[in-house]
T-cell receptor
Framework: AQSVTQLGSHVSVSEGALVLLRCNYS??????LFWYVQYPNQGLQLLLK??????LVKGINGFEAEFKKSETSFHLTKPSAHMSDAAEYFC???????????FGTGTSLTVIP | DSGVTQTPKHLITATGQRVTLRCSPR?????VYWYQQSLDQGLQFLIQ???????AKGNILERFSAQQFPDLHSELNLSSLELGDSALYFC????????????FGQGTRLTVV
């Protein structure tokens, strides 16, 4: 079975500061990993995905994530936070033999001016 | 715009009633997934259809059912509604029957009063 743990349900950063959102996964087979962003009253938008190619994945809006198998982690980072980054972020895992995403509980990012 | 269309955007109904949520997948996508997002349960996978056939089932209640039609649109039927069914219901689509990537609609917000 697969699962995802997002550490920190709320993260606050200052505008221009580093954004780090943590995600650890559990999977008995090689995983696919995803980060989605949800703005208020919106659906989920794919930020980036890891599907067993390069371990450092670059996504939209300046975000990137690194797959670390030894740490079972897939943390999301952005060098410099922007006010427009304020949203809910979800990490998700699936597997090539599976049919569904398993989502974390989400991290709400607040950007302080 | 993900290309996935969900209707209606909002729905308010009374306990005991039955509602139907509709989803049109992205052009060319054969899989449709339904998810429920609530404050206490997070994002929960309900069910997947691939090219008209049920492919995977998650935490879907017996009062809920879904189907995918020949034109690939899908409907989620919720019956004998309870207050606890109030949630945001998302539809997602993907090209194949494996979850290598999914595109989410804007969701239908269901309020049961």
């Amino acid at each position: 079975a697969q699962s995802v743990t997002q550490l920190g349900s709320h993260v606050s950063v200052s505008e221009g500061a580093l954004v780090l959102l943590r995600c650890n996964y559990s999977s008995s087979v090689p995983p696919y990993l995803f980060w989605y962003v949800q703005y208020p009253n919106q659906g989920l938008q794919l930020l980036l995905k890891y599907t067993s190619a390069a371990t450092l994945v670059k996504g939209i809006n300046g975000f990137e994530a690194e797959f670390k198998k030894s740490e079972t982690s897939f943390h999301l980072t952005k060098p410099s936070a922007h006010m427009s980054d304020a949203a809910e972020y979800f990490c998700a895992v699936s597997v090539v033999t599976g049919n569904q995403f398993y989502f974390g509980t989400g991290t709400s990012l607040t950007v302080i001016p | 715009d993900s290309g996935v269309t969900q209707t209606p955007k909002h729905l308010i109904t009374a306990t005991g009633q039955r509602v139907t949520l509709r989803c049109s997948p992205r052009s060319g996508d054969l899989s449709v997934y339904w998810y429920q997002q609530s404050l206490d349960q997070g994002l929960q996978f309900l069910i997947q259809y691939y090219n008209g056939e049920e492919r995977a089932k998650g935490n879907i209640l017996e009062r809920f059912s879904a189907q995918q039609f020949p034109d690939l649109h899908s409907e989620l039927n919720l019956s004998s509604l309870e207050l606890g069914d109030s949630a945001l219901y998302f539809c997602a689509s993907s090209p194949g029957d494996r979850n290598t990537e999914a595109f989410f609609g804007q969701g239908t917000r269901l309020t049961v009063v």
